[in-house]
């Protein structure tokens, strides 16, 4: 089992950057996915970013190039670098774990960020 903890929400202006941090505890090792999501008021919650074991990353085409996920295995935590930030950012973010050969999910409490001026 694994537990995460995710940092950094806040309040920042359209155009902003905001850098969100999840720290994992646990099995560590049989973490195969790691990822982030997030749900905004009155919408479904959508995939953000998400990094493999192996180092391979994804990302919606709509977020490509403004939203950078990566691992710092030194210190296990996975963090989600947002910049160009817009109102339509608005959401909790969660920072989300597919551990064992059954990709159990596990999730994060959330954070909130808030985009406005």
């Known amino acids: 089992q694994v537990q995460l903890v995710e940092t950094g929400g806040g309040l920042v202006q359209p155009g902003g950057s905001l850098t969100l941090s999840c720290a994992v505890t646990?099995?560590?090792?049989?973490?195969?996915?790691m990822g982030w999501y997030r749900r905004a008021p009155g919408k479904r919650r959508e995939v953000v970013a998400t990094?493999?074991?192996?180092?391979?990353?994804n990302y919606p085409d709509s977020l490509k190039g403004r939203f950078i996920i990566s691992r710092d295995n030194a210190n296990n935590t996975v963090n989600l670098q947002m910049n160009s930030l817009k109102p339509d950012d608005t959401a909790v973010y969660y920072c989300?774990?597919?551990?064992?050969?059954?990709?159990?999910?596990?999730w994060g409490q959330g954070t909130q960020v808030t985009v406005s001026s």
């Open positions: 646990g099995s560590i090792e049989s973490i195969y996915v």
């Open positions: 990094i493999a074991k192996g180092g391979g990353t």
């Open positions: 989300n774990a597919q551990y064992g050969s059954r990709l159990v999910d596990y």
